[in-house]
């Protein structure tokens, strides 16, 4: 009988054992259930807002006009608003951008990868991961006091502030995120392929151009197309920069002025909330969203194409 008490205390004492343990699961699971659905309710919230406002918005002015008018002065009489003069500067920095970041980005990648020593890698890729840690605000002011007159040197007949001040400091804030994402892939890929290619007589450029590369080209265009996402997102740097001229043209040299470069201008408090002028700042908003979620639908649509899967 004393061997059957002990027993059921055992089991007793497990049992409790268990539910604490079930109790302790349930708390986990709620946790991260409460925290994935934080960011989904921000999400939703904020495209709520500004569809909200953007309706208000587009029911005094014509969806027609706003994306398709080349005129943007909200704020001034007489009033135009046509987007395309900051779409066309959006994607004025973020291509320029993109043509600095990409190319230097994927050749410092392939070195790193492919040519550096160890030592090297350790030295090289911590250092250029420190870009990633300056603030934006930074690369605003390096743009003014030494890139925009570094560009009017060179060129005379370009404005103080242009598009070409931003292209080149936003691609210096991209260059990190296309090197260390591009890197990593190179370094993924699966080393019989190299040893394959070696084991036919390729030498070291033939093996990095025609197998590393191909093999790796989802993960490079993934990277590549994240930073081309965060050079239109980019906000300060391209507000310092760039100026504040909403300008229709395609000339780097020009003042030009991007969406989210004016929505800085109408939220530093000067226009009065519920007029017309402030709720620019949502149809703008919107836009950008939009911008960024077909780009990145787009994205995914490419990488599913060009997806390469090793066992």
Known sequence: ??????????????????????????????????????????????????????????????????????????????????????????????????????????????????YASPLVREIVKPILEILAGIPSVVYGYLAVVFVSPLIRDTIPSADLFNAANACVVVGIMILPMVVSLSEDVLQSVPRSLREGAYALGATKLDVTLGVILPAAMSGIMAACLLAIARAVGETMAVTLAAGATPNLTLNPFEGIQTMTAYIVQVSQGDTPAGTLEYRTLFAVGLALFVSTFVLNVFSRWILLRVEEKYE
């Open 1 to 114: 009988m004393f061997l059957a008490a002990s027993t059921r205390e055992q089991f007793a004492s497990k049992s409790a054992n268990l539910d604490l343990r079930g109790i302790f699961e349930l708390a986990i699971h709620g946790l991260l259930l409460a925290c994935a659905a934080v960011s989904i309710v921000t999400t939703v919230g904020i495209v709520f807002v500004l569809l909200f406002e953007s309706v208000q918005f587009f029911r005094e002015v014509s969806v027609w006009e706003f994306l398709t008018g080349t005129r943007w002065s909200p704020l001034l009489k007489p009033q135009h608003f046509g987007i395309m003069p900051l779409f066309c500067g959006t994607l004025l920095v973020a291509g320029g951008s993109a043509l600095i970041a990409i190319p230097l980005g994927l050749a410092t990648a392939i070195y790193l990868s492919e």
